[in-house]
């Protein structure tokens, strides 16, 4: 019987691999820089593809089969946001993702939305 | 980047709404508190390039080459059951990460200034640039247990701003507190918003 391995590292160590590594040093996304609040949605990618995806891009289209931003992804992925923005750029340049402008300009002065956002403000 | 066909007219509007404020304020006025308060914080890490203001603060002994540091932001969302999502964005305070503010500003609806009546001045750089870009802002003075308490009156002397431009008294540590100044930002941008579009 052999004894259980020791992790030597944890969070508190913070991360084992530098974080562009991950983007295999490329800190230049393809295409324009996407906006924080552009939103994100993924296609399941085939099973041919999984096999040459990267584990980040993969757990990337795990997090947005539903509408996500670019913020909450980098956020829930605990990566900076440039790497997020070279791996997103890839997915959209495969077509494994579409990307929705944010409409925050237009809503920003959209009197109902903000009444919206003022009457659940009362609430909260 | 080409964007696939969104059109915000067509789209109902109650699917994905997103709000974005901002938290401007000098270090230490509150800014991480507020958002924390009123919101799920949580961590959002993007790249400054180092510059010689980071000396002394940043150790790049042996790291000439690195061009870049890592910070985290402050970063909060509410979701509201009506579909819409409010996301809070902290302005990092320091000088060298300013090349990050017009990004953030870019769509916002609007921005809150902390202001800590200790460091008053500490406030002006915010207030200028939100006053520039035209963004509506409130000014929310931070009521720090150890720190003079002025009136709204002498506050709005010493920063000089417009008269338009709503100055609360709060204590961001209270959800409360903290929510009436998400209100009064979202009010004033309504307000704004409304002699933008004069009544249809």
């Known amino acids: ?3 259980p391995k020791r992790r030597w590292f944890d969070d508190a160590a913070g991360p084992i691999v530098r974080p562009y590594a991950v983007s295999r040093g490329r800190t230049r996304e393809y ?3 996407l906006d924080l609040l552009a939103v994100i949605v993924g296609r399941a990618p085939a099973w041919e593809d999984r096999r040459w995806l990267d ?7 795990g997090l947005c089969r539903r509408p ?3 913020a909450d992804l980098a956020s829930e992925l605990g990566l900076p946001l440039g790497v997020i923005r070279v791996l997103l750029g890839d997915l959209h340049y495969w077509g494994l993702i579409s990307v929705r402008p944010p409409q ?3 809503y920003a002065h959209d009197e109902r939305i903000l009444r919206i956002v003022l009457n659940e403000l009362y609430t909260l | 980047m080409s964007y696939t066909h969104f059109d915000p007219a067509v789209a109902e509007p109650e699917s994905q709404v997103a709000i974005k404020l901002l938290i401007a304020g000098g270090f230490g006025a509150g800014k ?3 958002v924390g308060t009123v919101s799920e914080i949580r961590p959002l890490r993007t790249e400054a390039p180092l510059t010689s203001a980071g000396v002394g603060v940043d150790d790049i002994v042996g790291v000439e080459g690195k061009e870049t540091t890592t910070v985290a932001m402050d970063f909060g969302r509410i979701t509201f059951r009506s579909n819409v999502a409010l996301y809070l964005f902290g302005t990092p305070g320091q000088q060298r990460f300013w ?3 017009d990004e953030l500003a870019k769509g916002a609806a609007g921005a809150v200034v902390l202001a800590d009546t200790r460091r008053l001045a500490d406030s002006f750089a915010a207030i200028d640039y939100f006053e520039q870009r035209g963004l509506p802002f409130v000014v929310a003075v931070n009521c720090f247990d150890s720190a003079p308490r002025y009136d709204v009156h ?3 002397t010493a920063l000089d701003v417009d008269p338009d431009v709503p100055i609360i008294l709060c204590d961001v540590r209270r959800r409360e507190s903290a929510k009436l100044v998400l209100v009064s930002i979202v009010e004033h941008a309504l307000r704004l918003a409304g002699r933008r579009a004069p009544a249809r």
């Open chain 1, 1 to 3: 019987m052999t004894a």
């Open chain 1, 31 to 33: 295409g324009e820089t």
């Open chain 1, 55 to 61: 584990p980040e891009h993969l757990r990337l289209l």
């Open chain 1, 68 to 70: 996500v931003t670019v």
């Open chain 1, 104 to 106: 925050t300009h237009v």
């Open chain 2, 32 to 34: 991480t508190t507020l």
């Open chain 2, 99 to 101: 090349f990050m503010w």
């Open chain 2, 154 to 156: 002498r506050v709005r």
